[in-house]
């Protein structure tokens, strides 16, 4: 791993303490993850359904899907809104990104979270989560603290658990579905779909904060640049599991938050981006619930989409072996012109955003540029920035209206 992508890792690493450090700054390290009621180890007993959706007044069923590979996942199905409803409603499947996990979408009140929101809108709402986060920390054969659970990166939740999630949701209600994906959720659809997977059973998909081409990341951040973390993040890279509340991702940010030169406020803005309007208590509540684990083979992933600039699948670095999984020295890469033109996308990113950064974002517009144009609806906001599209109180005015027409119009 070169210096370049070394900081890229620093860079993802850093965003998930920032969140953090927004409600407890530097002195407070100890008691703030104290206060981190659920640790990835120890999953509260009840999942999303019984926390977050049955309380509100709704009804959820909990799913098990087993993936090709072997890994468990919950899948949580909010069947209907408050007020019931037709019979037969229209699914709809939320994806979140990397280092969260599907509460990501139930955070505010009910007239403010996606989720909800869709199944108050007549929406059959599924919501899928990532192996590695808390209810998906299971597989057939292999336990979490084994290090062969975590030799995975996004390529396999292109190949492995977006199609489990999908085609679970498709047999269950014999429809095609819509998608709504954030951030890495976005990356993923967009990867599968450009290989021409999914499309046969999903119907359109809403891309808030999408990702695919990550150059501009790193400009944002130029500062951290010259910071040389780069022992600490190798020593991490030896971890197979990639915990944002362990130890050595802790220890390895308590230096770079205690350097003079660094102040985590201004990173925090510097890294996602300024978000405008989030609610200190939905901040608070989302602290207590992520960040969640993923692999680290998953970060060096996306560290090599910063330091590329192509979106491509895992390059094991080495000619041979990349021969020898993909028959190429280099690793295939994911052409995303090939995404069938009539496929209708929809697609929400913010002036803010320093993940998915706006000439980021321009550059995967490029790529879709021969789209059918009554396929493809664009939305820019310019005071957004990357947890604005989740868990901003006016997202519902915004954007969460816009995708409820979107998907209506594409029935
Ligand atoms: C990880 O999985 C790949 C196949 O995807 C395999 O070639 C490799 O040997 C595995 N690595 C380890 C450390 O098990
Ligand atoms: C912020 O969240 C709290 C707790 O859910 C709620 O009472 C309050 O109305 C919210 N504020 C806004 C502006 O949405
Ligand atoms: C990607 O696909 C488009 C259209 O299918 C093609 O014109 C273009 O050459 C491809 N790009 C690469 C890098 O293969």
Known sequence: MDLHSSLSLAMLISLCALLVLVIEPHPAWGSSRASFGLTAT?????????????????????????????????????????????LSKQPVLLQHGVLVDGMTWLMNSPTESLALILADSGFDVWIANTRGTRFSRRHVTLDPTNPDFWNWTWDDLVSHDLPAAIDFAFKQTGQKIDYVGHSLGTLI??????????????????????????????TALGFVAAEAFVGEITTLL?????????????????????DPGIDCYDLLSALT????????????LFLKNEPQSTSTKNMVHLAQTVRDGVLAKYDYGNTNYNLEHYGEAKPPVYNLSNIPHDFPLFLSYGGKDSL?????????LDHLKLHDGDKLSVQYIKDYAHADFIMGVSAKDIVYNQIVSFFKRHQ
């Open 189 to 218: 659809a967009l990867a599968s779909f450009s290989e021409g997977k999914q499309i046969d059973k999903v119907k359109s998909a809403a891309l808030l904060s999408p990702i695919a081409y990550l150059s501009h990341m790193t």
């Open 238 to 258: 030896g971890v197979a599991e990639f915990n944002p509340k362990g130890e050595p991702v802790a220890n390895f940010l308590k230096t770079l938050c205690a």
């Open 356 to 364: 998915s950064d706006v000439r980021d974002v321009e550059n995967l």
């Open 273 to 284: 981006g300024k978000n405008c309007c989030l609610n200190a208590s939905t901040v608070d």
């Open 42 to 86: 120890a999953p509260p007993p009840s999942g999303i359904c019984a926390a977050a959706v049955i309380p509100r007044g709704y009804k959820c069923q909990e799913f098990e899907v087993t993936t090709d590979d072997g890994y468990i996942l919950s899948l949580q199905r909010i069947p209907e809104g408050r007020e019931g409803g037709a």
